[in-house]
């Protein structure tokens, strides 16, 4: 496996990759400062043939550069998961995902490209979750979600049945979100409301 993102959340994916004995083939990172990621060498400008037959996992937080590196990066991608994570044989996950140490996902979820499901967030039955989504630490999402593209849902918030979150929008940590979300907007506290 290779990681592109060498920074904290690429530390995080690296403990993943160890849980399961897989082997970090090598990482990339556009930042020139960033040259060593543990003991492996980091690649500063990316080349679709260093190590081609190496499948790629985009290791950074932000949901918006992990949507813009995706459209240029040629490296067939792979999917992470933490081996305390417990993931239903009836869920399907697509490539480019990362689901954290003691991550629940339950039957019938789907969840799509380089989602982030973070340490101990609950993805409960029947939820959609889009492209390019991350699910903060402790995050509980209810049954019968929908989560657009995009959307940073914070730590430890709580996302009731049958609510539809819109494409990048954004939770605040700790928020209870009761009703529907509308596309970009930010809603925080309990119960939740529209701050942005
Ligand atoms: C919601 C959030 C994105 C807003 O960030 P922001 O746009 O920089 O907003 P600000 O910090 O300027 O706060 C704006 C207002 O919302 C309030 N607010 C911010 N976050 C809040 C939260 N999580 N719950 C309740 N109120 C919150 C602030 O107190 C402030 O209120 P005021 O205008 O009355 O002073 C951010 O606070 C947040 O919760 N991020 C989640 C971080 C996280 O969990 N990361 C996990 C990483 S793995």
């Not at 918006?64 to 869920?91: C, M, P, Q, T, Y």
């Not at 819109?166 to 979300?181: C, E």
Request: net charge neutral.
């Amino acid at each position: 496996m290779i990681l592109y993102g060498a920074g904290g959340h690429a530390k995080v994916i690296y403990d993943c990759l160890l849980s399961k004995g897989i082997h970090l083939a090598g990482v990339f990172d556009d930042n020139p400062d960033n040259t060593t990621f543990f003991d492996k060498t980091v690649f500063n400008n990316y080349h679709p043939d260093i190590l081609r037959r190496e499948k790629l996992i985009i290791s950074i937080g932000s949901n918006k550069l992990r949507f813009n590196l995706s459209r240029n990066i040629k490296h067939d991608f792979g999917i992470v998961s933490h081996l305390s994570s417990w993931i239903s044989e009836r869920a399907e996950i697509a490539h480019g995902s990362m689901v954290l140490a003691k991550a629940i996902i339950q039957p019938e979820v789907r969840i799509g490209r380089h989602v982030i499901v973070n340490s101990g967030a609950i993805i409960e039955h029947d939820t959609a979750v889009d492209d390019f989504v991350h699910v903060g630490p402790g995050t509980v999402v209810c049954g019968g979600v929908t989560i657009g593209p995009g959307t940073f849902i914070g730590a430890n918030a709580t996302i009731l049945p049958g609510v539809s979150l819109g494409a990048w929008s954004v939770i605040g940590a700790g928020a209870v979100v009761l009703d529907h979300v509308k596309n970009g907007s930010t809603i925080a506290g309990n119960p939740g409301k529209q701050i942005i």
